[in-house]
């Protein structure tokens, strides 16, 4: 009797490194890194020569705290479009920091709460705040703790962290704070001092969503591919069918069938809800 599936591949799926292959009946099941996040994977089928790529969420930005995305060749790809808009064009995450740097050495009296999620934008956004040389201790919402523990028993250095809890409020003038993009409005947010707020993520790139959010600093940061990653990596694939899904599939269709690509969109049950980042 054949498995039905997910019968015993669990704890398989769980321990499969990128690169090795797990057979399951028929079918080849193998991992590459997506980029997106710490252990954040594209999966590759394989069945009667012929080869699926689902990539999951990903982007090709390089990330010092995420596997490289790797590019793979295949006859079909199920490819994300959360950004997949010709507006979408991502700048530079480091010349994203320097606007925070600048404003942290002009608002000496200040803190900046930045709201990032807890997993992988925070520990994104504190890296690239080190690698632009800033030593000073960065102060965390408890709900953004453990995971930055985690990223450093995997050897990704965050630097010095504490804890908003542990000091008192004239400690953090001046500081960065890093808290969950719900804490921004929250009362959490009184115990800065005068915070200038700042928000990381792709989205930050819609003014309209910045003054919704009360932003002062949007930081455009994002951990998904923009528009010209997106068209460079599909015909890259030379993949014969194009399917798309979670986000702007229409206009990376229209875009896919303009390329002569035979491109359709994908609707996944209970992925109807618009894309967060």
Same mark, same amino acid.
């Given at each position: ?43 590759? %089928? ?14 090709v $930005?390089p ?15 199920? $490819?994300?479009? $959360? *950004?997949?808009?010709?507006? *979408? ?10 606007? %925070?740097?600048?404003?942290?050495? =002009? ?7 930045? &709201? ?13 705040i080190?690698?632009?040389?800033? +030593? ?17 028993q995997?050897?990704?250095? %965050? ?14 003038? &001046? ?47 994002? +951990?998904?591919?923009?528009w010209?990653?997106?068209? =460079?990596?599909?015909?890259? $694939? ?8 979670? &986000?702007?599939?229409?206009? %990376? ?25």
């Amino acid at each position: 009797m054949k498995r039905r599936y997910g019968e015993n591949c669990a704890g398989s799926f769980q321990n499969l490194e990128y690169g090795k292959t797990l057979h399951i009946d028929d079918v080849a099941v193998t991992l590459y890194p997506a980029g997106h996040i710490l252990g954040s994977a594209q999966v590759l %089928l394989e069945y009667l020569g012929q080869r699926v790529v689902a990539t999951g969420d990903y982007k090709v $930005t390089p990330d010092s705290t995420a596997q490289a995305f790797d590019l793979v060749k295949c006859d079909i790809f199920i $490819t994300e479009a $959360t *950004f997949g808009l010709p507006v *979408f064009q991502h700048p530079k995450p480091e010349d994203e920091i320097a606007k %925070l740097m600048q404003s942290v050495q =002009q608002k000496p009296e200040r803190s900046h709460l930045i &709201g990032a999620y807890a997993l992988g934008k925070t520990q994104r956004v504190i890296k690239l705040i080190r690698e632009a040389g800033y +030593d000073d201790p960065i102060f965390l919402h408890g709900a953004n703790e453990k995971l930055c523990d985690y990223y450093q028993q995997q050897n990704i250095s %965050l630097g010095r962290l504490e804890k908003v809890s542990s000091v008192n409020k004239d400690t953090m003038r &001046g500081a960065i704070v890093i808290a969950p993009p719900g804490a921004l409005k929250d009362r959490w947010s009184r115990r800065m001092p005068d915070p200038v707020m700042c928000y990381a993520s792709g989205w930050m790139g819609v003014k309209q969503r910045a003054k919704q959010s009360l932003v002062e600093l949007p930081l455009v940061i994002s +951990d998904h591919a923009d528009w010209n990653e997106l068209t =460079q990596i599909i015909p890259a $694939t030379e993949a014969e069918q194009i399917w798309i899904t979670h &986000g702007r599939e229409q206009a %990376l269709v229209h875009w896919c069938q303009g390329q002569g690509l035979h491109a359709e969109p994908l609707s996944i049950q209970g992925r109807e809800e618009a894309p967060v980042e």
